[in-house]
């Protein structure tokens, strides 16, 4: 019997490799030898009694998928056994083979996860120089991806704490891929202050893997920021100059189950127990992120602007961040006036030479604040804002 993709990934996976794969690639997998015949493999391993609904494509062929999501847990199981008993030459069936199985159960693979993707990062970092394995572990990990981003939205926190032996990696491209994976479920968090808390609390120590992550989600192609880039930057700065910190308060409740799946969520929520532990938690949260949030968005932008966006996008950046020296005269605050400036100073160093010559006025503008920090550090008008406020005023108009 001929599978197709429409009948199931999984079982058209299978008979492809199986005709152009050794057969000792398999031997461990002892579904391959079976599946081309997918009946015999149903009553072999399932008794008659066991019902499931079957569909119909368009073109008469049984569709395999309801099938599947009977008999998932027997092959995960299989599945897993053979990933972790192959031989090297035999890891580039098993991870599409894998790939296509997440296609075939969507949410239902999410029960698997914490069982596949260990050993798909082991694969990773013990084959990092062979390209057709990182091949296909990067083909296996990006489908994952796609297919279960919602059920991972649900717990993003935990999500982010997966690839953490990815993001650490020494190598330039497994951290960069492991970052766009998860910069494609964070893009799906609707509250942009939330994704960023998120992205704290799941590494809070390591802020070069907070701005690696940040980096990646602010990424657009073609050296241009990504949409959410644009609604990201100004609630950021605007959280480092407290103009508005306020809706941060009422996000308590939500941040308090951030973690856990979404059935738990919904009998906490029906819980009558206080909350006053929470919120006194969350309130000690809240302030240490709010003490990180500079240094985070140093590194994430210093990198954008080294690496990866062009020239007009640098010249965004630079005016949005000058643009809350403006803003802050109405409510001047020393701390919040020396981390954007130390946010500027940073771009600065980041821009390479080749692109000075498309941003001279930034350029001159980023110069000359920097000036007015160190006279203001230097506190020889500490005590004298007004003549700050004056300069401000003509550079600035």
Not at 3 to 19: C, G, M
Not at 341 to 364: H, M, P, Q, T, W
């Amino acid at each position: 019997m001929k599978f197709t993709a429409l009948d199931s990934y999984f079982a058209f996976s299978v008979e492809q490799w199986s005709h152009s794969t050794p057969s000792e690639a398999y031997g461990l997998f002892y579904i391959g030898d079976v599946l081309p015949d997918f009946s015999a493999f149903s009553e072999e391993n399932f008794p008659l009694h066991c019902q499931f609904e079957i569909d119909y494509t368009s073109s008469g062929w049984c569709s395999l998928r309801a099938a599947f999501k009977v008999i998932q847990k027997t092959i995960a199981s299989e599945l897993w056994s053979f990933l972790n008993q192959c031989s090297p030459e035999a890891l580039s069936p098993a991870l599409d083979l894998i790939a296509c199985l997440s296609c075939d159960l969507r949410d239902d693979f999410y029960n698997y996860i914490d069982q596949f993707l260990p050993d798909i990062f082991r694969i990773i970092l013990e084959n990092y120089q062979n390209a057709d394995i990182l091949q296909s572990s990067f083909n296996c990990l990006a489908h994952i991806v796609y297919f279960l981003h919602k059920p991972m939205l649900l717990d993003v926190e935990n999500t982010i704490k997966l690839f953490t032996p990815l993001l650490m990696n020494k190598t330039k491209h497994i951290p960069h891929f492991a970052a766009e994976c998860l910069a494609f479920v964070l893009r799906k968090v609707s509250d942009r202050l939330m994704l960023l808390f998120h992205v704290w609390r799941a590494f809070e120590e390591r802020l070069d893997l907070m701005g690696i992550l940040l980096r990646e989600v602010m990424c657009g192609s073609n050296g241009k920021l990504h949409s959410i880039a644009y609604e990201l930057l100004p609630l950021t700065l605007d959280i480092v100059c407290e103009f508005d910190t306020n809706s941060f308060h009422t996000r308590a409740s939500n941040i308090a189950q951030a973690g856990v799946r979404k059935g738990l969520h919904n009998i906490l929520k029906r819980c009558p127990v206080s909350d006053t532990s929470v919120h006194v938690q969350y309130a000690e949260e809240k302030n240490k992120f709010l003490t990180k949030l500079p240094a985070i968005l140093k590194v994430a932008l210093s990198s954008l602007c080294a690496e990866f966006i062009d020239t007009d996008e640098i010249r965004y950046i630079i005016k949005l961040v000058t643009k809350r020296f403006e803003f802050m005269k109405e409510k001047f605050k020393k701390d919040c006036f020396e981390n954007m400036v130390s946010i500027l100073a940073c771009l600065l160093d980041s821009i390479k030479r080749d692109k000075f010559a498309n941003l001279e006025d930034c350029y001159g503008q980023v110069s000359w604040t920097i000036f007015l920090v160190e006279v203001y550090i230097s506190r020889i008008y500490l005590d004298r804002f007004i003549f700050l406020n004056d300069v401000l005023s003509v550079w600035l108009f």
